[in-house]
């Protein structure tokens, strides 16, 4: 009885977290798999067992090669700012010289990532506006307005213009994290390297990159991951347009599913979006170490 | 001799001149150096905060000053903007983005942090599955889930309901706050709860007795990132509430542009009010987001 009763509370502890976890998380990934092989719309309680088609359109779907390219730029622009860059700011804002600004610039350069992503997007819509908008009113001001253009209505810059608003936003996220990591390198190594009188770049190179070097791989697969998976910023600024000039992967999932009611094309695709992120997040999972016992 | 001698006081007073103007040099040279990094990082400051400064001060003027006097302030300062923005339906969309975000918030950390307490505390075959089973959950993502999830709903009837979003939102934010909330539980000293079991205190009682009372922090900083994320989660609300008596702001905000094609300074103004709770929550708990983010196991 008393043995029972030991085991009655951690399965009930334990219990609501594995059952949300198991409706909402784990039976729509096998679902999704499973919905793939179907046609289907949302308006029909039937589904049509299609097989392999769906997989075999998406290998001829234009508009996916545009839109994985376009998650492509995303990954490696974001790797520049959102690693390299984020990595010197990090140091920069660490160092002795700046201690006294340092606190302020952190939240201010953090602010951006505590709004939602829809306000930071109107406000880009505002930004690039062709006739009122703040970029183009500002290369004007500063005698450059033969590069105006309409950002968001121009099949080249779209894209970019996308992709810019989100390093935007998010680059203080990624080197608060390069913060929190530096702080935790010992001083003395620092000291060790005054020393022998290294100077700050070589103290950079040689002792800050290493020692954050997993925060660094960590912070690449976020990026990397997160840029595979990016909705929001081109379905709210762009809708993937002009054209399919600044689609991504999601945007292409959401179009085909809710807007064509192609729910079993938008299953694979999300499938193959699965299959891109899964890769990323068991590495992550792995190198981060989460949940091993410390 | 005498000669020798001056000329090596000369040599050296030579050497002397040199060494100090070269650390001169050196200093003027790290002096520059620091000032240009210095007029670097308030760049990008002003890079960050202007835009921001934008909104807050267009959302004051009328649609016509908004579009010809991109830069000045306004002449008239329309407070209206926000009396209006707000009884038009931003307040509604508050109020859903409230309820929503205060349940999920309470949802996950009871779920979460009775589940990182089995966890922390027993172990068997079934606890190591149990925890790579919800380790396993941070692989997935709302985009993948969507179509299911959205056919499920359905199904449940809960399309159009705010449950539609507050147990998404828990099911996605459980993962990484249980994560979170374990690696401190394990922190805690065993010698505490053994003499608590000795005065006769029940399993439950060392879970909120003890456990729940001391990790105020880490739940504080779960706190932080649920609140986070639930306020500003735009793929599900979007999809799951049609209803515009229910949306939460993330997409309430693209009713309201549609609705307003011209009245710009009202929109702008629904934005600022937007924003508002998370830059408060912010400034009042930073401590805890930091520490969250050096626990290091965070997924944006």
């Known amino acids: 009885m008393i043995f029972r009763k030991k085991h009655v509370i951690p399965t009930l502890f334990i219990l609501p977290s594995i059952l949300l976890l198991g409706i909402f998380i784990y039976f729509p990934l096998v679902q999704n798999f499973y919905n793939s092989f179907f046609d289907f719309s949302v308006f029909s309680p039937t589904k049509e067992y299609v097989g392999f088609a769906a997989f075999e359109y998406l290998l001829q779907d234009k508009v996916i090669v545009i839109a994985f390219l376009n998650n492509i730029k995303y990954a490696v622009i974001s790797m520049v700012f959102q690693v390299a860059f984020a990595l010197i700011l990090a140091t920069i804002l660490e160092d002795k010289l700046f201690r006294k600004v340092a606190p302020a610039l952190r939240i201010i350069y953090f602010i951006p990532v505590m709004i939602s992503i829809s ?6 819509g505002f930004i690039y506006n062709p006739q009122m908008g703040l970029l183009n009113s ?9 590069l105006a253009i309409p950002w968001l209505g121009n099949a080249t810059a779209s894209i970019y213009a996308v992709i810019a608003m989100s390093q935007w936003q998010s680059i203080g996220f990624i080197t608060m994290l390069f913060i929190v990591a530096i702080q935790k390198i010992p001083k003395d190594l620092y000291e060790a390297a005054d020393i022998d009188g290294a100077g700050k770049v070589r103290k950079f190179l040689s002792i800050t990159v290493p020692q954050v070097k997993e925060t660094m791989f960590v912070n690449t697969l976020i990026t990397i991951t997160g840029a595979m998976l990016v909705f929001n910023e081109p379905y709210i600024l762009t809708n993937g347009g002009p054209g399919f000039s600044s689609m991504t992967l999601s945007v292409h999932m959401y179009q085909q599913g809710f807007v064509k009611d192609n729910m079993g094309y938008a299953s694979a695709v999300a499938t193959l ?3 891109l992120t899964a890769i990323f997040a068991l590495i992550q999972i792995k190198v981060s170490g989460t949940g091993k016992d410390e | 001799m005498s000669k020798t001698k001056t000329n090596e006081d000369y040599v050296g007073h030579n050497k002397m001149t040199r060494f100090f103007t070269s650390i ?13 990094i210095l007029l670097g990082l308030l760049f990008f400051a002003l890079l960050i905060l202007y835009p921001l400064f934008w909104m807050v001060i267009s959302s004051l003027k009328s649609y016509d000053e908004i579009y010809n006097k991109v830069w000045s302030l306004p002449t008239e300062w329309h407070f209206e903007n926000y009396l209006t923005a707000w009884s038009k339906g931003i307040s509604s969309y508050f109020l859903n983005s409230l309820i929503v975000t205060l349940s999920t918030i309470v949802l996950v950390v009871v779920v979460g942090s009775m589940a990182a307490f089995t966890l922390s505390r027993y172990k068997s075959r079934w606890i190591d599955f149990a925890l790579i089973f919800i380790i396993g959950g941070l692989m997935m993502n709302p985009q993948v889930a969507l179509i299911p999830l959205f056919e499920m709903l359905t199904w449940m ?4 309901t705010r449950w539609a979003l507050i147990l998404t939102y828990v099911a996605f ?15 805690i000293p065993k010698d505490l709860e053994e003499s608590a079991i000795i005065d006769g205190c029940s399993e439950f009682g060392i879970y909120s007795k003890i456990y729940l009372p001391l990790s105020i922090p880490i739940i504080m900083t779960a706190i932080v990132f649920t609140a986070f994320f639930a306020w500003n989660e735009f793929l599900f609300a ?3 509430i049609d209803s515009d008596v229910l949306k939460t702001i993330p997409s309430g905000l693209m009713n309201f542009r549609d609705a307003l094609r011209t009245d710009w300074g009202v929109l702008l103004a629904g934005m600022v009010i937007a924003s508002i709770p998370m830059i408060i929550l912010l400034i009042l708990l930073q401590k805890y987001l930091v520490r969250g983010l050096s626990e290091g196991s965070v997924k944006g």
Do not use: C, Q, W, Y
């Open chain 2, 24 to 36: 001169a040099k050196l200093n003027l040279h790290a002096k520059v150096s620091k000032n240009l």
């Open chain 1, 119 to 124: 306000v930071i997007a109107l406000l880009f």
């Open chain 1, 138 to 146: 500002f290369l004007e001001l500063i005698g450059l307005e033969n």
């Open chain 2, 238 to 240: 979007t999809v799951f």
């Open chain 1, 273 to 275: 979006i699965f299959a």
């Open chain 2, 173 to 187: 934010r459980l993962p990484l706050t249980i994560i979170l909330i374990r690696a401190f539980f394990l922190s």
């Open chain 2, 157 to 160: 009837d809960l399309i159009n």
